[in-house]
């Protein structure tokens, strides 16, 4: 992969092909896919492999969400999401590990997810079962020989970087979502790329405004429209020496999603030019 490639996260059933096309007319070349399990089978693999072929596009990560996973609301995020809430935890530890055996089969080498509202206490009784569950993932991806990254937002950077020092695991990585810590109201996304800087191996260009109601979460924006000050953020980024994918991500669908896509390209072709010049 070039340094500081463009991609962008997609879904990829029913059509692999379909999907990749669309990305690569685009003029993208890489992609973070949310996990298929319709397509987890030999025949679906073989689609994709023939699909990467035909478009050349590469996937930089699989991206995992769980099923009754919810995002309307703060308390909504906090009961459902991740690996946080108790009564999904073994299943999605098992989610994940099919999704790591999905990802070696295609030679993905990366895994990702939200883990959810990991508690900022750490007398918290649920965190240390949140750190002893990413401890698992962690050694599950890694008879693959993968990484897994944690998805920022739902905590503040150094809460996230305490978890990350306390699971203390080699392949344990971040995917900086410099949106989520606004939409979430969490943390400054420029001031946390200090502090989360060694572990970031991939991120999203995603922007968007600050909560304006107790309890909201904030409005996702198109890239350069919202608080993130992106920018300042992408200049930041690379200065700290990040040369990982740029992956935008806009979570709206059809022909508006499209156009938001090309213009988040354009904004960061923009300021990686500056840079090289
Ligand atoms: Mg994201």
Not at 22 to 30: A, E, H, L, S
Not at 79 to 99: D, M, N, Y
Request: aromatic share 6%; proline share 6%.
């Amino acid at each position: 992969m070039t340094p500081l490639a463009i991609g962008v996260i997609v879904g990829i059933e029913p059509s692999p092909e379909q999907a990749l096309t669309y990305v690569r007319d685009m003029g993208i070349p890489t992609v973070q896919i949310s996990y298929p399990g319709g397509l987890d089978t030999p025949d679906g693999i073989a689609l994709i492999k023939r699909a990467l072929a035909e478009t050349g596009i590469e996937i930089t990560s699989v991206v995992c969400g769980f099923e009754g996973d919810q995002y309307s609301d703060i308390a909504t995020v906090q009961a459902t999401v991740g690996l946080v809430p108790e009564s999904t935890r073994a299943e999605r530890l098992k989610h994940i590990r099919q999704a790591s055996d999905f990802a070696s089969k295609l030679g993905v080498t990366r895994l990702q997810t939200h883990i959810g509202y990991v508690p900022e206490d750490p007398s918290d009784p649920a965190y240390q079962d949140v750190v002893a569950a990413m401890r698992t993932v962690c050694d599950d991806v890694a008879r693959h020989g993968q990484v897994f990254a944690l998805e920022t937002g739902q905590e503040t950077g150094a809460g996230l970087r305490r978890f990350i020092d306390d699971v203390d695991k080699l392949n344990l990585r971040v995917n900086f979502d410099p949106a989520n810590m606004i939409l979430y109201g969490n943390d400054n996304p420029i001031e946390a790329l200090d502090i989360l800087a060694p572990f970031i191996d991939g991120v999203h260009c995603k922007d968007g405004c600050w909560p304006t109601q107790e309890g909201q979460l904030g409005t996702e924006m198109p890239l350069g429209q919202g608080d993130v000050d992106f920018t300042r953020w992408l200049k930041k980024l690379i200065a700290l020496g990040y040369r990982g994918p740029l992956t935008i991500e806009r979570e709206i669908h059809g022909e508006q999603q499209r156009k938001d896509i090309l213009l988040a390209k354009e904004l960061i072709e923009s300021i990686t030019r500056q840079i090289n010049r």
